[in-house]
């Protein structure tokens, strides 16, 4: 695979994604009210995990920060350095910033239609639902195609893994604050240490990845498998 490639792919497809929203003041008002509810949906079925000390920044890095409105800089930035990035990172980590883009550029597809499809007085009242949410998210996508983004993300936390074994990585990273603030891309900075810092704090990263693929799986059941008024209404 053509790793800078790929980035670059993902990167550029990311920021369209985000420039969508990003031009339409309501629509963005819509979407930040979208990813709140969402967020708070998901990060209910995972609270005994944010109660470890090791998994707590782990879980919220995976499931909150690849798919914020916030994150529209970061990904900005990354498109301005991949060149840079390219000359002087180690491969491990341009994998790990490929595959944290894929996922990113996918999530900001689907949520963005399942924003559109979600009423917009809704979304801004807060009075959201779990039925209208699966009939919003069955209208627009899949369990399999929501499966392949938590392969995704699980691919993405075994490429940090592998690259949180290169020797000083953890050094190179911080010598880089500086230079990357002054470069206009502390943002960039902020997700690649952010995603380091907590994954190598992990005791085990397999049986984390596990049981959050084993978690997404039964969320993702619920909402496009189980029947449609079992669901809160």
């Known amino acids: 695979m053509d790793v800078p490639a790929e980035l670059l792919r993902h990167t550029q497809r990311s920021n369209e994604l985000h420039f969508q929203y990003a031009r339409d003041s309501r629509l963005r008002e819509i979407y930040q009210a979208f990813i709140d509810w969402q967020l708070d949906y998901l990060l209910q079925y995972f609270e005994d995990m944010q109660a470890r000390p090791d998994q707590a920044a782990a879980v919220a890095f995976i499931i909150s920060d690849l798919a914020g409105v916030e994150i529209s800089q970061r ?60 009939e919003a998210c069955r209208c627009v996508t899949s369990y399999e195609e929501c499966m392949e983004l938590v392969g995704l993300t699980v691919e993405l936390g075994h490429e940090l893994q592998h690259a949180i074994e290169i020797p000083m990585i953890g050094v190179t990273l911080k010598a880089m604050r500086g230079p990357a603030r002054l470069a206009g891309i502390g943002a960039l900075q902020s997700f690649l240490e952010t995603g380091f810092r907590t ?35």
């Open 75 to 134: 990904d900005q930035e990354f498109a301005k350095v991949v060149p840079m990035m390219v000359r002087l990172l180690p491969k491990n980590v341009l994998a790990s910033a490929a595959a944290a883009m894929r996922l990113n550029a996918s999530v900001l597809e689907n949520n963005l239609a399942i924003c559109q499809s979600i009423d917009a007085a809704h979304l801004l009242s807060g009075k959201v639902r779990e039925r209208e949410y699966a």
């Open 199 to 233: 994954f190598a704090a992990l005791e085990n990263v397999d049986q984390f990845l596990s049981e959050i693929e084993q978690r997404m799986d039964r969320i993702f059941r619920r909402i496009y498998r189980g029947p449609i008024t079992a669901l809160a209404a």
